[in-house]
């Protein structure tokens, strides 16, 4: 009995994550970028994907993506509808369809994706559905919110019924960070755990925000604010913080010739007049970002209850600790 309960959990940790598009849309350029520590101007150096190629990604330790980025030529797409069926769209729980903006055959393209819709509504009914609308800096700038506005209905009217959330993306910017962070935040274990325990730990620090990344990919995996009614003032803040620590890492990791995916920094901090921040390893597999109290006082005790923390936090939500 405990075998299988354990197999049954290791099972829900583990998600199947289809990532489609027409070929040259850019999608191994982004999975490379999020999962395998690429910078944008090397992502040049990818070839095209030859029918699909599968790859798992650990994210915050207890949580396994299988992607299958299934390469976007005809042939291959024909096939995935045809004679792969089953294969390909059983048990998935997400499926990111990438549009290039720049496409010429837009109505052609939307035909594919109706057929992907189809055939994903009748193996995995229950799966979320992310549509990036990508490579939008190639679109001038005040143009491009009625641009991305237009794609969405069309892409709205060929969704069926499936859960449905499109993101504006460019590897060259902070909006590929948002939408990869929007996509996995619905996959992660115990997410309802993880908040509880941030909003009772914001309180008692007195901390205005706090601000839970994934450690390799620098994914924002939740936020919460003291007051319930505060909001972000800067809508793409987190994102950018993401693509800067991201960054900050490449440069770490040339200057100590480690990995980026090895070099990291225990803390980061800011402190003014009138608040401090700072930025410290939690977990192994996550960071922790908090806003507190200006004082010298107040920043030394956020940070050693941060570090006490640790322990309790992996126990109460399951995250490897």
Known sequence: MASKAASAAAASRKRKVLLMGKSGSGKSSMRSIIFSNY????????????DVEHSHAKFMGN????????????????????????SVFSDASVLIYVFDIESRELERDLDTYSAVIAALSEYSPNAYVFCLVHKMDL????????????????????SENLKLETFASSIWDQTLYKAWAGIVHKMVPNLAAIEKFLNAFAKQLQAEEIVLFERSTFLMVTSVFAD????????DRYERISNIMKS???TVARNTRTTPA??????????????????????????I????????????CAVLNTM???DVFAKRTGVEG
């Open 262 to 287: 090895s070099a990291g920094f225990l803390l980061f901090k800011v402190q003014t007049p009138t608040f401090n921040c700072f930025l410290a390893r939690f977990t192994p597999n996550t960071y």
């Open 139 to 158: 679109v001038q700038h005040e143009q491009r919110e009625r641009i991305y506005e237009e794609r969405c209905r069309l892409i709205a009217a060929r």
């Open 248 to 250: 900050y890492k490449h």
């Open 63 to 86: 949580l396994t993506l299988n992607l299958w980025d299934c390469g976007g030529q005809d042939a291959f797409t024909e096939s995935y509808l045809n004679s792969q069926r089953e």
């Open 289 to 300: 970002y908090l806003v507190v109290p200006a004082g010298e006082a107040a920043f030394n």
């Open 228 to 235: 319930q009614q505060e909001t972000n003032p800067n809508p």
């Open 39 to 50: 910078v944008a101007r090397d992502v040049r150096r990818l070839g095209a994907t030859i």
């Open 308 to 310: 006490m923390a640790r």
